[in-house]
């Protein structure tokens, strides 16, 4: 595995001519699968992850927020929840020197995930009543941070996508409210839409600093964004924050 700062170098052009990739029409492909495939075959960024090792672009996303904001450290114990195909795992693991004992990281999903050195994956509900308990057992103790690329199923209808997935990062941070220790990180995925006050009234009761990013990564005709929340204040019990 080489390097982590994504993509650099060439226009796409060689000679004054375009190397862009267009798929042909072929068998039973739709017209939707056909631009998918298109647009990954001529994404820099999933070039640069076979190129680098990684096991998907999104994993540029991560290390950008890192190199901005330099919140891992290594001897840090992480979970990343639905981590498939493990693209952050792999490189929180990388940074906290795992592979060598140093730190943990553990990764749930709900699919089955091909391992990876420093990682200990498992497939979990998150929800599940007992989820924050056994992953608390796994880490050996409380957890440095909670990671969530996690992105709900879309309908194609943008008010309704854009409330499954702020939903979704709410139900992440009452989880990472659960099992990080103080001082800990949150990191994810939420979409541009205006429905997020109730998950940044909770991250800034719960959290130092509450940031908005966009990474580069992120493609340019996705309304994705990120949250990172640092510096957890500890659980308090529910009678302290009436």
Known sequence: ?????????????????????????????????????????????????RREGWRSRAVYKLIELDERFHFFKPGQKIIDLGAAPG???????????????????????????????????????????????????MLGSEADAV???MAANTTGHKKTDHLRIVHLAELAAEFAREVLAPGGFFVAKVFQGGAEGELLTMLKRDFAVVRHVKPKASRADSAELYVLATGFRGKREEADEG
Do not use: C
């Not at 592979?99 to 498992?122: H, M, N, Q, S």
């Open 147 to 149: 990671l969530s690329d």
């Open 1 to 49: 595995m080489t390097g982590a700062k994504g993509p650099t170098g060439g226009s796409g052009h060689e000679g004054g001519r375009s190397l862009k990739v267009r798929v042909k029409s072929a068998g039973k492909r739709t017209m939707s699968s056909k631009l998918w495939l298109e647009r990954q075959l001529n994404d820099p960024y999933v070039a640069a992850a």
């Open 87 to 137: 693209g952050w795992a792999q490189y929180a693991a990388k940074k906290v020197n795992s592979a060598t004992g140093k730190g943990k990281v553990v990764g749930i999903d709900l699919l089955d995930i091909e391992p990876i050195a420093g990682v200990e994956f498992t497939v979990m509900d998150f929800l599940e009543p007992d989820a924050p308990e056994r992953l608390k057992a």
